[in-house]
């Protein structure tokens, strides 16, 4: 493929999506992740689209946010890799509440073989992967569905979160910095997560790692309320979201890393987790002491050297 050809598919892939990763983009190009940083600096410099933190956004600061069909789609094996993680800390009959998202879906299917559980969600998504499982018991907030990514939310789902309270809330969004948190590009869907976190004593961000250091309209769950971040590896050349990593460690939130996912397979479901320790305080905690990361996957030596050198940066 011509290099005019293949920066044309990028482009056309970033106006359909809003934000795609370097990888991904890659993958459908057929062609390095080299090259196709090339391409997106070529575009950048044009003025067609903006570089950010292992992707590339439609320019003009804030993204905006791309519908269910498109979310799907993008950045896949991380998604799958970060909800298998994700899966590790629900207990066996746990009221736990979850987003909605593609990532909190996929997290949703795995929730399927915990007994006992227990799931409030305004999701249709999540609720769907959960209809069919053996004792667990999904329980539907009220509100107005919101048909772009099959969530129901406003004041009816607001109110029947009042006076709820489960051990923790998995969400996700569209953007996470250290400076402010978990963000999303939609004022409802802002709202209802901010009730979710309400109903919570811990808050579990799902996020992969294209969406560590970008920022949106919304802002859901402040960094000081995050219990834990659930993400994967990010790429060798990423130094920004590394960076970021980092900060939201020194913030006190507790960073658990999906590896071991390399080339785009999947990781494979409840692998046992191996700790990482990384620089950082805990709340609570005088500085220094620290902070554990997860990595999963085959080769985690590997990728507990290559986590803690990130960290260091």
Known sequence: MFAAERRQLILEMVRANGAVSLRELARVVQTSEVTVRRDVRALEAEGLLDRRHGGAVLPGGFTRESGFPQKSHLATAEKTAIADLAANFVEEGEAIVVGAGTTTQELARRLARVPGLTVVTNSLLVAQALAHANRVEVVMTGGTLRGSNYALVGSGAEQSLQGLRVSRAFLSGSGLTAE??????????????????????????????????????????????????????????????????????????????????????????????????????????????????????????????????????
Not at 180 to 205: H, K, P, Y
């Open 180 to 313: 402010r948190g978990l963000s999303t590009s939609n004022m409802l869907s802002a709202s209802v997560d901010r009730a979710l976190v309400q109903a919570a004593a811990e808050v579990v961000i799902l996020a992969d790692h294209t969406k560590l250091g970008t920022d949106t309209m919304f802002q859901t769950v402040p960094t000081d309320v995050i219990t834990r971040l659930v993400t994967d590896e990010p790429p060798a050349h990423d130094d920004r979201a590394g960076a970021e990593l980092q900060a939201l460690a020194d913030q006190g939130v507790q960073i658990a890393v999906a590896g071991g996912a390399g080339g785009g397979d999947a990781v494979p479901p409840r692998q046992a987790r191996r700790d990482v320790a990384l620089p950082g305080p805990r709340r609570g905690q005088a500085p220094g002491g620290a902070l554990r990361a997860a990595v999963v996957g085959e080769g985690a030596a590997a990728e507990r050297g290559r986590v803690a050198d990130m960290r260091r940066r």
